[in-house]
């Protein structure tokens, strides 16, 4: 292992600890009480550069910038066109809770929570097709896979933003949003926002050195794990528990499978 890989898998691995750790404390703090901003926003930051520095332990620095970058316009362009037209998500607006809007319609934070999302999500889908990944249309099962966990990543997401936290709101008729905190179109919605994303970034995220044999990477699908846990303990905490439950079932089911297919 060179020098620089053997620097990347410690800092990959250090950044780990800390969110790993920067979840479980702001469980313990908030005790069924919204967590501060600022607490939020440090582990928003510290899953985004995790996720970066694991990934370019498979890919060139400039492919990682590339699809970081790639990720954050075309959700940032998505989601200031649904916030406009209703279209793709359903009827929200941001509040001032994610934090400053841009052009008034889009908090910055918001294309970034996309870059965990979906990067992590496709990292789990990688390792639960992996027994498949030498079969015609591998890739093609891969970015489906990932369209379908960042949706159901949503279900757990949408009543943490909407409920206990108000990020952004629903203006559905009567305000009916459903007992997971939104309206089923937005689901559907975040589907297709990730293939469109997939569609475009994915010959960046392709390993230009195939001859080089690496094991499986299993930091994606403990940032997954973590992130689905610390949601659905947190809408526990809130008694959500449609949502709490439905949470903590994917992410069993899905690290169950991502395990048992990798190894």
């Given at each position: 292992m060179e020098p620089s890989e053997k620097t990347l898998n410690r800092t990959a691995q250090a950044l780990l600890v800390l969110l790993l750790a920067g979840l479980i404390l702001v469980v313990c703090l908030a005790r069924g009480t919204p967590a501060a901003p600022w607490q939020l926003g440090l582990l928003l930051g510290l899953?985004?550069?995790?996720?970066?520095?694991?990934?370019?332990?498979?890919?060139?620095?400039q492919n990682v910038l590339t699809v970081a970058t790639l990720i954050v316009i075309i959700a940032g362009i998505v989601q200031t066109v649904g916030v406009a037209t209703s279209i793709p998500f359903g009827p929200l607006v941001f509040t001032d809770n994610l934090g400053e809007q841009l052009f008034d319609k889009l908090p910055w934070t918001a294309p970034l929570l996309w870059v965990v999302i979906l990067l992590n999500c496709r990292g789990v889908a990688r390792l639960?097709?992996?027994?498949?990944?030498?079969?015609?249309?591998y890739g093609f099962r891969v970015m489906g896979l990932t369209c379908l966990l960042t949706a159901l990543f949503d279900l757990g997401l949408e009543p943490f933003a909407t409920r206990v936290h108000?990020?952004?709101?629903?203006?559905?008729?009567?305000g009916v949003t459903g007992s997971l905190g939104a309206p089923w179109v937005n689901f559907l919605g975040w589907a297709v926002t990730a293939l469109i994303i997939l569609l475009v970034a994915t010959p960046w995220l392709i390993n230009k050195q195939p001859g080089k044999r690496r094991p499986p990477d299993f930091h994606p699908l403990i940032v997954w794990l973590a992130l689905n846990l610390f949601l659905a303990t947190t809408l526990a905490l809130h008694q959500l528990w449609?949502?709490?439950?439905?949470?903590?079932?994917?992410?069993?089911?899905?690290?169950?499978?991502?395990?048992r297919n990798a190894t």
């Open positions: 899953a985004v550069v995790s996720t970066l520095v694991s990934l370019g332990r498979a890919l060139q620095l639960i097709l992996r027994p498949w990944r030498k079969l015609h249309g108000r990020f952004w709101i629903w203006r559905v008729s009567g449609l949502p709490a439950g439905i949470t903590l079932a994917v992410a069993v089911a899905g690290t169950i499978s991502a395990w």
